[in-house]
């Protein structure tokens, strides 16, 4: 994608992509994105926050310090790989899906505590760690173009700031 939003096809050519907001969908757009993505961050910041305290409960201080260790490697892991497929993705589907992975990573590690359960859960919701912050700029653009973005992102950036500040005081 070039810094002007348009796509590189075949051949070098230059394709811009239509944005599909439109004056009847606009308001639903943006706030079932921008609740999906603030709501997402708000358990993300708060499972970072108390990572560590999880996971010495199981693992002891040295054991909490590999698996939050390993956690941010395959975060690393996870940013790459969406770095090279988020061209060719849909990026609303995509998002849903790291979303969906986040919850399930989450919601094992509360039902069935155990040490394995900890381990994958941790490593499964790191892998999906850098997609919501990455990812909603991006479905923001691609739905309502280059021309709109600044104004739009701004408001749902403000929206999913303010509720993601909550994530260690509610989760």
């Known amino acids: 994608m070039r810094r002007d939003g348009g796509l590189v096809g075949a051949g070098g050519a230059l394709d811009f992509a239509e944005h599909i907001a439109t004056p009847e969908n606009r308001r639903r757009l943006l706030w079932s994105a921008t609740a999906a993505f603030a709501l997402t961050l708000l358990a993300q910041i708060g499972f970072i926050a108390h990572h560590v305290a999880l996971a010495e409960q199981f693992l002891g201080k040295f054991g909490a310090g ?94 999913i700031q303010f509720f993601s500040a909550c994530g260690p005081a509610f989760i």
Do not use: N
């Open 66 to 159: 590999v698996l939050v260790s390993a956690t941010g490697a395959v975060t690393l892991f996870g940013r790459l790989y969406l770095a090279k497929i988020v061209d060719g993705a849909p990026v609303r589907r995509l998002a849903c899906q790291a979303m969906v992975a986040q919850l399930a990573a989450l919601l094992a590690i509360g039902l069935f505590p155990s040490i394995p359960t900890l381990i994958v859960g941790s490593l499964i919701y790191g892998f999906a760690i850098g997609h919501v912050t990455t990812l909603s700029p991006i479905v923001v653009r691609r739905e309502f173009g280059a021309k709109a973005f600044a104004g739009v992102y701004g408001m749902a950036a403000t929206c």
